[in-house]
């Protein structure tokens, strides 16, 4: 699933291509036909994200609000478009660039009021210009649950899936399995502003960089399109720093990656 740093890129990339003019929006699939009506012709005014979700606010009103999901993608082209190739739920066409969205857990037209509702929802995103951490701090301060699982819950801090979960958690040496409880508030704001960082790495070179040089030995391990980690799915490989295996379990329905020597 992308992590929040994809859709900040994308927020930015949209607003590049297609904001402050009018958008021609259509669903070739046909299952976003009504709402791409409501839309199609308008000025984009702003393309945001918040976590996990990429908001298109409109002239008018209207906001299209995406959720890639475990499939979600966009695909971009240059003016005039090809024809649509396979599930295309949303195409938007500008003056000079268009872009086919497939596969999404969630495209709908939303209220002004119902973007309200959907970031009540969610907890501080590390990538928002100046994000708060206390609500993450008072929940994850008060939750016996497993630090590991507190991570991927959205309404803890938006954007974080499961390669920033390991990695934040292996750079600050800290076993998954311990209770939010158990996590001192220098720990926390030691890895939140780690996060911050690393997010925002993310947002400016389009992928996730989490070793710190001195640990990146070219490990044999490494292929390409996948990230250079520490621990996320080297699962039975060396540690890079003390070389004890690395584990893996099913921790919220994704699988979880730690060294049990470091991380304790």
Known sequence: MPEGHTLHRLARLHQKRFGRAPVVVTSP???????????????????AAYGKHLFHHYDGGAV???????YGTFTEH????PAPVGQVRMRMLGAEYGTD??????????SRAEVDDILARLGPDPLQRKP?????WQRI?????PIGALLMDQAVIAGVGNVYRCELLYRHLIDPHRPGTNIGLEEFDAAWTDLVALMK???SRGKIVTIRRPDDRGAPSYREGRPRT??????????RVCGDTIRTEIMEGRNLFWCPTCQV
């Open 201 to 203: 790495v993310g947002v």
């Open 101 to 110: 969205l497939r596969g999404p857990t969630a495209c709908e037209v939303v």
């Open 78 to 81: 240059p003016a005039p478009m």
């Open 230 to 239: 520490y621990v996320y799915r080297r699962a039975g490989e060396a540690c």
């Open 132 to 136: 708060d951490p206390a609500p993450a």
């Open 141 to 145: 301060s008060k939750s016996r649950r």
């Open 29 to 47: 699939q046909g299952r976003f036909s009504e709402a791409a009506t409501a839309v199609s012709g308008r000025v984009l005014r702003r393309s």
């Open 64 to 70: 299209v609000h995406v959720h890639l999901g475990l």
